[in-house]
């Protein structure tokens, strides 16, 4: 007796992508529930199955749906916010500032319903998802039918989410308890990325992903710098940095892995973690080409990912799995290093065990959940076709096809799409509140970027303190009388330095914005070694806003910053008009005189090379005590053996000015 089906799929050409790489055709495939019944020749799927419903898909591929194994959904939002930049600037000058102002719950819903429209189109069934509000995400994906591994991000900055790494830990286990066994969503653990969290963060994460048998979805070793940083910090690479934390207590999902070695290969294997590779956003961030062909030769389940709308700029699953073939031959010089058949199993069934719901679906096999596409190979660009070599097939999909072919998308046994018509999802309304959308955040930043103090702050750790600075500066042809004169009575050392500073002067155009000054200091040690280095930013009012008799100069000081990020990183962030490099090696005494605390600075000038100064200085909180202050330090530099004449001091504003 014919066994009871929903629906029978007819007439299609089959790529089941199971473990036979079994094709039919004329095949069928039967759906009951939520679930497939079997797959395999119409003619045999006749006789076994009586089906409600039987539908013709003549001139099409019917095939598993494909799996997005990495991306930021919310993220169609921001596509397009800031293009053609380093990813530190890219992330920490623009899409994080902008997440901290405009990731609201209701972004994300609206984000993630646009990205599920998009997936939906390019015949994506199941993805594995790393945001804010995530079950904001998790709902609104749910809603539109999607399947995901939705992680909830957590890292060590304050985010849209969560002021602190605790806050998001507690609100990742209220998550995943929110969403376990629910039959669409499976919650995940998302530290962001070894970078931007802690090892406790790490640790953490872990333990909780294990706790729950949940995935853990991160980034791991996308750059060059992050590993070289890794190298620098913790004295080895990206992946046995993250195994010293536990992270693989979890089943890792690790994007990216671009600069791994050989032996990390190995460490990702034995630990069972899937890998999701992003080739247009490698590609277009310049992170390089990941070892993809060596990873799926030691056995590792890599998938392919879009990565987030920003950093692509769009979701077209199509488009990756061909770049992935492409990418990899160009990287080994081989053409026969990822073929066609090879990229399409890693967008499906690799894919899914890369996201560990490989049990569930990636191919069309009986018992596993309705996840399936039907992919028009009827037109011009996808014609004609050659059934020789069952290669041809995916070949076939992965080089002609493109993801406007896709017609049909069922997940769970349920239609999303029909005939290019979406079910779940109104596109038209959700478009036009994405435009209102952008152009807040285009007002933003357009303010933004008119300032740099905007700018600074909005990189985050600025703090604002301002104060003023009275100082002389005076040129000393021999330093001997001053560093004799410091060991007279009448002046108390309370503590001597010695560093080789390095400044870098920003200048912009309009002097308004002052001046952004990098600053490295090299401290040395009494044998003159380097003993540590500091870092540090800060931004500059207007030079001597005003004079005191005798030359001495005021200054003001606005922000002060600790300079996490490279120097390259604040160039190309800030964009200055001009740029000033000054070195010095600097002696700097903190002393007492007359009950009132001075540094003196004892430069040598290296560049450019102008000889020894003499700087006598004292900060001040408040313009009144700025006055008091003036007449003391001219006294104490006096003291030093050294004359205030207006002319010298002038003479080093005049040199320094000009050398700039
Ligand atoms: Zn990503």
Known sequence: MAQKADLLLTNALVLTMDEGFNQYEPGAVAVKGDSILAAGLEADLRKKFEARETLDCAGKVLMPGLVNAHTHVPMTLLRGLADDLRLDVWLMGYVMPVEREFVTPESVKLGTSIGCAEFIRSGITSFADMYYFESFVAEATATAGLRAVCGQTVLRFPAPDAQSYEDSLAATRDFIEKWLNHPLIVPAVSPHAPYTCTEEILRATAALAAEFDVPLHTHLAETAIEVDNARAEFGMPVIPYVKKQNLFEAKVLAAHCVHVDAGEINTLKHHGAGIAHNPSSNLKL????????????????????????????????????????????????????????????????????????????????????????????????????????????????????????????????????????????????????????????????????????????????????????????????????????????????????????????????????????????????????????????????????????????????????????????????FQPNREIHIEKDRQRWLVRYKDTEFYVNLDRMDKPDLGYFLEVKSRTWSRRDAEHKSQLVVELAQFLGVSTAETEAREYVRIVEESK
């Open 286 to 573: 310049a992170s390089g080409a990941a070892p993809v062909a060596e990873m799926l030769k030691v056995g590792l389940n890599v998938g392919i990912g879009t990565d987030g709308a920003a950093s692509n700029n769009d979701l077209d699953m199509f488009e990756e799995v061909r770049l992935a073939a492409f990418l990899s031959k160009f990287r080994t010089n081989d053409p026969t290093s990822l073929p066609a058949k090879t990229a399409l199993l890693m967008a499906t069934r690799l894919g899914a065990q890369a996201l560990h719901i490989g049990q569930i679906t990636g191919s069309l096999e009986a018992g596993k959940r309705a996840d399936l596409i039907l992919v028009d190979i009827d037109n011009v660009h996808n014609s004609p076709h050659f059934r020789r070599d069952p290669n041809g097939a995916y070949a076939q999909i992965v080089y002609a096809a493109k993801s406007t072919d896709v017609t049909d998308v069922m997940v769970n046994g349920k239609w999303l799409m029909q005939n290019r018509q979406l079910t779940t999802i109104k596109e038209e309304e959700l478009l036009a509140e994405a435009a209102d959308y952008a152009k807040e955040v285009d007002r933003f930043l357009i303010i933004r970027e008119k300032s740099v103090i905007s700018k600074l702050i909005a990189i985050g750790g600025a703090t604002q303190e301002e104060s003023f600075e009275v100082q002389v500066k005076v040129k000393v042809e021999d330093p001997a009388p001053v560093l004799s004169a410091l060991k007279k009575r009448g002046v108390e050392v309370i503590y001597k330095r010695h560093y080789h500073e390095y400044d870098y002067y920003f200048v912009f155009d309009d002097p308004s914005n002052g001046q952004l000054r990098y600053r490295e200091d090299e401290f040395l040690n009494d044998k003159g070694k380097t003993d540590h280095v500091r870092y540090r930013l800060t931004l500059v009012g207007e030079p001597h806003e005003r004079e005191f008799p005798s030359d001495v100069m005021l200054s003001r000081s606005r922000y002060l910053a600790p300079a996490n990020q490279s120097l390259r990183f604040y160039r190309e962030y």
